[in-house]
């Protein structure tokens, strides 16, 4: 039996056990990408974590419904379309097929529906007339915009109150809103632009009312978990929220959960630096398996900083599991043999990854230790299913190991960053300090991950690269 998953809801601030609307149905969805340019690791981290989530509840649940969107119609899309001098669909299908490809390359599966922007326009609009009919929303020199006042528990989820909340960056402030809250559901398009008839004119969605509307025509009026970054909790998710729950007057989402940033050499990514790292171009440094465990290698809730040595680490790790696999080639795995209970346990405690591939280094190891066939048969059989979960060791050994870059160029001592890992273990030594030692283990299974071994003493933590990795 599997063990009961708990995730960490935003919106209550709590870990806490998933109960969705039916026992046996889980509807889940996702906010995809804005098409207009390829996958960066910031696009890839959701898409993996929530893989990740999907393969769990399937594998809990008969039925999952999992859907994630792709944002076909936006301001980027239109500046490039226009730059390019070509509609909006053939910049949106390129960029589209091209993140099926680096998706499929970090073994993600195809979610069971990917909605598009542009398919649901009447949707949206019905959505959009429900809200004015029902005092919800205005219209304003051709704009129809949603009143957050009608609102009252506007700012739960982002934890900000209205009245506290200052327009910033994500917020436009236009004369013809009442609230400079207030966000756009509908506005007018130059002819140049996308646009579709509407009650108020030839114009375009704004941004949040897209997800409620496909969320509302394929996953029903209350879902059970919505995912995405971080960066999306405000506005976006306040706005959807807000929406969605004065359209149906019912329970918008139950689960609301979000993964950490990304960043690089401890920097955000951003066009400036010129840092941003697109799926497509680590691709061709290592296989979408390296890259694939590299994301997992920290918890999603927790920031997670791209470097050299992660990589590289991810690489050794891959290489050492596929070399112990590769002695059992010719084993059967036993048939009908599920994940590993430990594994599952971790996995189902809010897809703590990092404690879920320390297991997998244990079954790996017992793997390697067996000395009757009828032992390395199940263990074989246990360690594929429960990697599976994880969308990790599933190809050939053999193939897979002509695949990772040969041995000599990923050697440990040339990778570590000192710097990365003096601060990760002072981390660590400030988490015990408060107590948290779920957070201070998790810290020393990502550092075991890199090939560190942390080593306490009274006198303060220690730190050595671990010999085996070079092996």
């Known amino acids: 039996m599997s063990p009961k998953i708990h995730l960490y809801n935003t ?13 046996d149905r889980v509807t889940m969805y996702v906010c995809g990408p804005t098409v207009y340019n390829y996958a960066h690791l910031g696009n890839a981290r959701p898409a993996v974590v929530f893989d990740v989530l999907a393969r769990l509840l399937r594998h809990t649940y008969p039925q999952v419904m999992y859907a994630c969107n792709f944002t076909d119609v936006d301001d980027k899309i239109n500046a490039a379309a226009l730059t390019a001098g070509v509609p909006i669909g053939t910049i949106t299908m390129r960029y589209i097929d091209a993140y099926h490809e680096d998706m499929h390359a970090l073994g993600v599966l195809t979610p069971d529906l990917e909605p598009r922007v542009t398919e649901h326009i ?9 809200l004015i009919a029902r005092g919800h929303a205005y219209e304003a020199q051709h704009h129809v915009l949603f009143d957050v006042a009608s609102f009252p528990a506007y700012g739960q989820l982002s934890g900000h109150k209205p009245q506290n909340m200052l327009a910033g960056a994500r917020v436009e402030v236009a004369p013809y809103k009442r609230n400079p809250l207030d966000f756009v559901l509908w506005k007018p398009s130059t002819p140049e632009l996308p646009r579709w008839n509407s009650p108020w004119g030839r114009g375009r969605p704004g941004w949040h009312i897209e997800c409620t509307a496909m969320i509302g025509r394929h996953l029903g009026q209350t879902l059970d978990i919505h995912g995405g970054g971080q960066d999306l909790i405000f506005p976006h998710h306040e706005n959807e ?26 920097q955000k990514m951003s066009k400036s630096l010129g840092n941003v790292l697109l799926v497509r171009d680590l691709l061709r440094q290592a296989p979408g398996e390296a890259i694939r465990l590299a994301l997992l290698s920290t918890h999603y809730r927790h920031p997670l900083d791209w470097n050299r040595q992660r990589l590289v680490s991810a690489c050794q790790t891959l290489r050492r599991l596929y070399l112990i696999l590769e002695k059992f080639d010719a084993t059967q795995a036993t048939s009908c043999v599920g994940p590993d209970a430990e594994f599952l346990k971790a996995l189902a405690n809010d897809l703590n990854t990092p404690a879920a591939l320390a297991h997998l280094h244990r079954l790996a190891i017992a793997l390697e230790n067996a000395r009757t066939d009828d032992a390395q048969a199940h263990l074989k059989a246990r360690l594929l299913a429960s990697a599976s979960l994880l969308g990790l060791w ?78």
């Open 394 to 471: 599933q190809h050939p050994a053999a193939q897979a190991l002509t695949e990772l870059p040969q041995r000599e160029t990923l050697t440990v001592s040339d990778a570590v960053d000192p710097v990365w890992v003096e601060k990760r273990v002072a981390e660590r030594t400030q988490t015990r300090a408060r107590h948290d030692f779920d957070l201070a283990d998790t810290i020393r299974r990502e550092l075991s991950n890199a090939g560190i071994t942390v080593e306490d003493t009274p006198e303060g933590s220690t730190w050595h690269i671990q010999s085996e990795m070079m092996t």
């Open 11 to 23: 919106l209550t601030r709590t870990k806490e056990a998933l109960e969705p609307q039916q026992p």
């Open 241 to 266: 929220i807000a929406q969605g729950t004065c359209i149906h007057d019912t329970l918008y989402c139950r689960t609301w959960v979000h993964n950490s940033f990304v960043t690089v050499d401890g």
């Open 122 to 130: 009447p949707d949206i609009v019905t959505l959009i007339q429900t």
